[in-house]
């Protein structure tokens, strides 16, 4: 069990820069993701706090001490890595029982058997055990290297991508397993993702880093309805939140917000006014969810926003619908059976209410939205 603390870490290879004055806290216990998209320095942190490489700037703490200068295999970490790193000449068993085996965490025959028959009993792999690593499909390969990490009790866990490339159902059922075996195994867990679902369904908390630095760091309720960013919006949801340019009308005592046209306006609440008001803003940018917008075939409220069909997306049992309303693409989600066409006009309704305000120049979040849902809708 250990707490992590990365203090202004940089680092860059061959002038290309992976991280840029990196500061984040991972408390005892907790299940800590770091997400972002490809070449975000996700993997580069995730080495850096294993010791794989050594930071050009700042620190990293374990416990409260530096451990910049303490060799990888001093840390007792436990890491799994997206591209497996498996032995090819080993068996499964002997595989997953390797650390257990290796002269720092020696174990009794006895108590080897014990843990890789237990831990590849959760990870539906106990019937591959005597197989080698050529033999098995990509999805067993990834749960025999996730099995090599749990069989130990490390200080740490650290999570490379570690369930990318199974299958749909399998990935789901492994969302479940691994928190409820944090849980159980009560230690630390740093766990490094492209899916903003596995996220947004792990984390307890989440780190949001792009391009080497850190976007935001909170909960998943406050990543996803308090995004610091456009950025952070737009990387968790799908379809992605939609972002309208809105301009600002001011008369004395009284603001609009214009959007699509000069036939759209609407007045903010009381606290969006009051927030715009001191940033003595001209544009402002408003981010929507697709689930905030509904749609009507026919007018029927002065509210509804005259636009047409761009494209119809069926996907199951619901479908990604993009309307165009001039020079704007607004994306909902609508049931996949509805009788749509191209180019066929359509009238939405935004709920406004739930809009968030992001600062046109800067990008950053001015006013988050007025209510909260849960997040159990997001899949």
Not at 199 to 211: C, E, P, Q, W
């Amino acid at each position: 069990m250990a707490d992590i603390r990365v203090e202004g870490v940089s680092k860059s290879f061959h002038k290309e820069t992976a991280l840029n004055d990196v500061s984040l806290e991972v408390k005892d216990k907790e299940f800590f993701i770091v997400f972002g998209p490809a070449g975000a320095g996700k993997t580069t942190l995730l080495n850096v706090i294993a010791g794989i490489h050594l930071p050009d700037k700042g620190h990293v703490y374990m416990n409260g001490s530096c451990i910049d200068h303490t060799e990888p295999e001093d840390r007792n970490v436990a890491m799994v890595f997206e591209d497996y790193a498996l032995y090819p000449h080993l068996s499964v068993f002997d595989n997953m029982a390797s650390p257990l085996r290796s002269p720092r965490y020696r174990q009794p025959d006895s108590k080897v058997k014990e843990e890789v028959t237990r831990v590849a009993k959760i990870l539906k792999i106990d019937w591959l055990l005597e197989r080698n690593p050529s033999e098995l499909s990509n999805g067993q390969r990834q749960r025999v290297g996730l099995g090599r990490a749990l069989v130990r009790t490390p200080n740490i866990f650290l999570m490379d991508e570690p369930i990318t490339h199974l299958d749909a159902k399998l990935r789901h059922q492994m969302r479940a397993e691994l928190k409820d075996m944090q849980r159980n195994l009560d230690t630390t867990t740093i766990y490094v993702t492209h899916d903003y679902l596995e996220a947004l369904s792990l984390g307890d908390r989440i780190a949001v880093i792009n391009k080497g630095k850190i976007e935001q760091i909170g909960t998943p309720e406050e990543i996803y309805h308090e995004p610091a960013n456009e950025f952070v919006a737009t990387v968790f949801g799908e379809p992605e939140i939609n972002i309208v340019q809105a301009s600002i009308q001011r008369k004395p005592g009284q603001m609009a917000l214009t959007i699509f046209s000069e036939a759209h306006h609407f007045t903010p609440s009381k606290s969006v006014q009051h927030v715009l008001q001191n940033e003595g803003l001209d544009t402002v940018r408003i981010g929507i969810r697709p689930k905030d917008i509904n749609y009507n075939l026919v007018k029927n409220s002065d509210e509804n926003v005259q636009g047409c069909v761009y494209s119809f997306e069926p996907l199951g049992a619901k479908a990604i619908l993009t309307v165009q309303i001039n020079t704007d693409f607004i994306r909902l989600t609508v049931p996949s059976e509805i009788d749509i066409k191209l180019n066929q006009d359509i009238y939405i309704e935004i709920n406004l209410e739930r809009a968030i305000y992001f600062d046109t120049n800067k990008q950053n979040i001015l006013s988050k939205s007025s209510e909260r849902g849960n997040l159990a809708w997001q899949s």
